[in-house]
């Protein structure tokens, strides 16, 4: 089999993430130069293809679950802006905490200049 391009070897350069490039053909004549070589640079290129759409879909599933975390993350953004607009001298604010999807606490807080948020247990 005749030498391949870096892009379908096991030692491929990659972009920062470890994505590797794919290689780009101009010529198929020059890739491949005998109907032997075929079957193994088409499966090469499967390879390839099939790797790329993995890391698709969990790209877009990392993406989705980003993109659920928004309205939470815009709540305690406002929480937090409110708090911040809070004087000094104010009464202190009652609040109702989500411990759990069905389990609420209620605290009061009172005017302070830090705030402290939980991320949970699944936040990178």
């Known amino acids: 089999m005749a030498d391949r391009p870096s892009g379908l070897s ?3 350069p990659t972009n920062p993430r470890g994505i590797p490039y794919a290689p780009f053909v101009d010529k198929v004549e020059d890739y491949v130069t005998s ?15 099939s790797k790329y759409q993995f890391m698709e879909v969990n790209n877009q599933r990392r993406a989705a679950g980003l993109q659920d975390k928004i309205p939470d993350i815009e709540n305690t953004l406002d929480t937090v802006r409110f708090l911040k607009r809070q004087k000094p001298d104010s009464d202190p604010i009652e609040a ?3 411990l759990n999807d069905t389990l609420y606490a209620k605290a009061e807080v009172p005017p302070t200049d830090e705030v402290y948020l939980w991320l949970g247990a699944c936040t990178f």
């Open 10 to 12: 096991k030692d491929a």
């Open 35 to 49: 109907r032997a070589e075929v079957e193994g640079t088409i499966k090469s290129f499967q390879e390839m293809i």
């Open 96 to 98: 109702t905490f989500e």
